[in-house]
């Protein structure tokens, strides 16, 4: 991968749900992905940089990146 995490394999667009769905969405996701895949999530919701920090912590995903631009959040997942 590289700096910029340009790279994914699946984008997902969470943008306007509020916790839970963006994480019930995520684990969708993953489970249609293949070990080491890259997943990118979009958010609005300010609570999901400490659900996905938590998330990956609780299911051995790697939380590559997340960043905030104007209100939105942007999350690199990679699939354990």
């Known amino acids: 991968?590289?700096?910029?995490n340009e790279f994914?394999?699946?984008e997902l667009d969470v943008r306007g749900l509020i916790c839970p769905l963006p994480i019930l969405r995520t684990k969708?996701?993953?489970?249609e992905m293949t070990r080491g895949q890259v997943l990118k999530i979009m958010a609005?919701?300010?609570?999901?940089?400490?659900d996905f920090q938590v998330f990956?912590?609780?299911?051995?995903?790697?939380?590559?990146?997340?960043?905030?631009?104007t209100g939105?959040?942007?999350?690199?997942?990679?699939k354990r």
């Open 72 to 78: 939105e959040f942007l999350f690199y997942l990679k």
């Open 8 to 10: 994914f394999d699946r």
């Open 44 to 50: 609005t919701d300010p609570g999901a940089v400490i």
């Open 1 to 4: 991968m590289n700096p910029n």
């Open 28 to 31: 969708k996701s993953l489970s």
């Open 56 to 69: 990956a912590d609780q299911t051995g995903h790697e939380l590559l990146s997340s960043s905030e631009t």
